[in-house]
C-alpha cells in the first residue's frame, strides 16, 4: 500500500493510517508500505531551497535535501506503528539493502528495474515473510554510485508498483486526497463521477490532464497482472470501494498489427473543409454505419479518414455522394490495402526521436509510410499490406 502526503498530513491522520494497517495485519495480510513526504513537505524544500540559493542549486544537492521528506515520514509511520505493537522496519537510501536503484538522471531519475526486483526479493520479501512490516520512502533512489536521487513526478507511485512487481503482490491500495479516479476533474466539472474500473491503457491517455490521475511515468511500472486500488484516505477500511485499475505494460513499447484486415484511406479535398464540422461529422457518422474509423488527419482544405476495410465499396460511394452534395468538397482518392501498426506505450510523447526512429527502419527497405498520426500513448502507422510483416519488424528492432 502507498499513503499519499495528504494521508500522513499530521498526528491524527497518522494515527488513522496506523489503525488502517492493524486491520490489515489482524486480517493476516503481509504488508509493504510506501510513503509520500508529510502534508506539503516537498513544496516547502523546494521553496526553501530556491529562497536560499537564489543562484541556483545542483540536481544531486535539490533530490539530496528533497528525500528527506519521504526518509522523515518512514521513519515517522515506523515508529507510530511499533507503538502499537506492531513490528516495523524502515529502508533508507543509507542503507546496504536499499532496493530501489536509479540511473543518474537526478530530480527525474528512471529505476532499474532488474536492480530493484532483485533486490526486493532479497531484502524485503523474506521481511515480510517474518512477520514485519516493510516501510519504503517513495519518491526516493540511489544510484549505483552512491548518491541520493529521487524519481520526480508520480515516484511514490512508482515505488509501490516496484515493490509489488517484486513481492508478487495479491493488491496495490493506494490512498490518496481523492475518492479515486474520476470521470473528469471535479474543479471543471460538477458531474465527475468516480469510476469504479479503468484500464491502464484508458488511464495513459487521460493522465496529466488537470485531474487527479496517476502520473504517466508511474503507469508504466504497473504490473499487469496485478490490480490497484485507489482509495480516499478518510476511508475507514482498506477494503473500502474505489477506483481498481486494472492491466498494464508488458513492455516500455509495444508493436502489433492492430488490424487484422487490410485497411483503406479517404482523401476529401475542399477549400477549407477542416473547417466544416458539419461535413467532418457527417463524413464521421457514414464511415461508423459500415465500419470502423481508425483514425483522421486534417489540413486547412483536405480530411483523411483511415477506415477498416469492412463493406468498403458502399462506403466509399456513399461518402462520394455526401462530398457531392456538400458543396464544400471538390473530390476524394482512396488508397486500399493498408495495413495498420500501432506503437503504444507510457510517455511516447516524453520520448524524443520515435517517429524519425520509425521512418529511418523502414526507408532502406523501401517501405512507404502512407499515414502517421500520434497520441497521448500510441503511434499509428499505415503502411502497405504486402509490407506488413517486414515493417512490422523492423519497427519492433527499431523501438528495442
Not at 530556491?50 to 526518509?71: Q, S, V, Y
Amino acid at each position: 500500500m502507498k499513503f499519499g502526503g495528504s494521508s500522513l498530513a499530521d498526528s491524527q491522520r497518522i494515527a488513522h493510517v496506523v489503525n488502517l494497517v492493524e486491520q490489515e495485519v489482524r486480517r493476516g495480510h503481509r504488508l509493504a508500505i510506501v510513503v509520500s513526504a508529510i502534508g506539503k513537505t516537498t513544496d516547502n524544500l523546494l521553496g526553501i531551497i530556491r529562497g536560499a540559493a537564489p543562484n541556483g542549486a545542483t540536481k544531486t544537492d535539490i533530490d539530496d535535501i528533497l528525500a528527506m521528506g519521504e526518509r522523515t515520514s518512514a521513519r515517522v509511520l515506523t515508529t507510530a506503528l511499533k507503538s502499537r505493537g506492531l513490528p516495523a522496519r524502515y529502508f533508507d537510501p543509507e542503507d546496504p539493502d536499499w532496493p530501489v536503484i536509479t540511473d543518474q538522471e537526478f530530480s527525474n531519475a528512471n529505476p532499474q528495474l532488474d536492480i530493484c526486483l532483485e533486490n526486493i526479493r532479497t531484502h524485503i520479501r523474506p521481511l515480510l515473510d517474518s512477520g514485519i512490516i516493510a516501510i519504503v520512502p517513495g519518491f526516493v533512489g540511489r544510484t549505483s554510485t552512491g548518491e541520493i536521487s529521487t524519481i520526480g513526478r508520480g515516484g511514490s507511485d512508482a515505488t509501490a508498483f516496484i515493490l509489488a512487481r517484486g513481492l508478487d503482490a495479491d493488491e496495490v491500495i493506494l490512498v490518496t486526497d481523492a475518492d479515486g479516479i474520476l470521470s473528469a476533474d471535479p474543479k471543471l466539472v460538477r458531474s465527475a463521477k468516480r469510476l469504479e474500473r479503468i484500464d491502464v491503457r484508458t488511464l495513459v491517455k487521460l493522465a496529466d490532464s488537470g485531474t487527479k490521475f496517476i502520473h504517466r511515468k508511474a503507469l508504466r511500472y504497473k504490473p499487469p497482472g496485478i490490480p490497484a486500488r485507489v482509495i480516499k484516505h478518510t476511508a475507514g477500511d482498506l477494503d473500502s470501494p474505489g477506483t481498481v485499475i486494472v492491466g498494464g505494460f508488458l513492455s516500455e513499447l509495444e508493436v502489433d498489427l492492430a488490424e487484422p484486415q487490410p485497411c483503406l484511406s479517404i482523401t476529401i479535398a475542399g477549400k477549407a473543409i477542416s473547417q466544416s464540422p458539419a461535413l467532418v461529422e457527417q463524413l464521421v457518422e457514414e464511415v461508423r454505419r459500415s465500419s470502423i474509423l481508425l483514425g483522421m488527419s486534417a489540413d486547412f482544405d483536405s480530411v483523411i479518414l483511415y477506415v477498416s476495410h469492412a463493406n468498403a465499396n458502399p462506403l466509399v460511394e456513399e461518402i462520394h455522394d455526401r462530398i457531392l452534395k456538400s458543396g464544400e468538397a471538390v473530390g476524394m482518392a482512396v488508397r486500399e490495402n493498408l495495413a495498420f501498426l500501432r506503437i503504444a506505450g507510457v510517455g511516447l510523447e516524453e520520448t524524443p526521436g520515435l517517429i524519425r526512429r520509425v521512418a529511418d527502419a523502414l526507408s532502406p527497405s523501401e517501405i512507404n509510410i502512407f499515414g502517421i498520426l500520434t497520441l497521448a500513448s500510441s503511434i499509428l502507422v499505415f503502411v502497405s499490406w504486402e509490407d506488413k510483416e517486414t515493417a512490422l519488424q523492423l519497427v519492433k528492432e527499431a523501438l528495442k
